[in-house]
């Protein structure tokens, strides 16, 4: 979602993703559960990635707050964009500790098979299809700040006589 102003407008494709991957995580929650169910390693995997998964967002979030070697008025312009960026990659990497939270439950939940421990394997497994799946937008998102930085970097070194009036 965008709010320029006055005028509010919405990101259709970005909403029709979220509904898909919730959907997909859902389902993927409901069937794939039996497969981890009992089956410390299958959990252990996925530990390990969302951990890599963690650190590494948390180097993508120390870059994009990076403000780099520009002016104020280019700060100023950017300020809005980059705070919604970090705020998402905020909330996927809380989304990333949640899931290593819920696996940890897992293991501390006893053996017995019963509701608490399906649901609580349900609710991991759909998470970390939902987050896995939403890691997916911060190569794009990565990309398009530095493609911004270098346009502004050139724009600023641009000769005058080349500059669009």
Same mark, same amino acid.
């Given at each position: ?20 991957l ?12 039996? @497969? ?11 530990? !390990?990635?969302?951990?890599? $998964?963690?650190? &590494? =967002? +948390? ?13 104020w ?12 960026? @970090? ?11 949640? !899931?290593?939270?819920?696996? $940890?439950?897992? &293991? =501390? +939940? ?6 608490v ?6 609710a991991?497994?759909g ?13 794009s ?5 530095q493609i ?18």
């Amino acid at each position: 979602m965008k709010i320029e102003g006055e005028k509010f407008t919405v990101d259709w494709l970005r909403v029709l993703g979220l509904g898909a991957l919730v959907t997909v995580s859902g389902v993927a929650a409901f069937y794939l559960q039996p @497969l981890i169910s009992e089956k410390p390693d299958a959990i252990n995997a996925v530990v !390990t990635i969302f951990s890599i $998964l963690a650190g &590494f =967002l +948390i180097a993508v979030i120390t870059f994009i707050g990076d403000p780099g070697a520009r002016g104020w008025k280019d700060l100023q312009l950017e300020k809005a964009d980059v705070v919604s960026r @970090l705020q998402r990659h905020r909330l996927i990497f809380y989304l990333y500790l949640i !899931t290593l939270g819920l696996a $940890l439950s897992i &293991f =501390l +939940i006893p053996d017995e098979p019963g509701t608490v421990s399906v649901w609580l394997e349900r609710a991991f497994v759909g998470l970390a299809v939902f987050v896995f799946g939403a890691s997916f937008t911060l190569p794009s998102s990565l990309m398009a700040l530095q493609i911004a930085r270098y346009d502004a970097a050139l724009q600023a070194d641009l000769p005058g006589a080349l500059k669009a009036k």
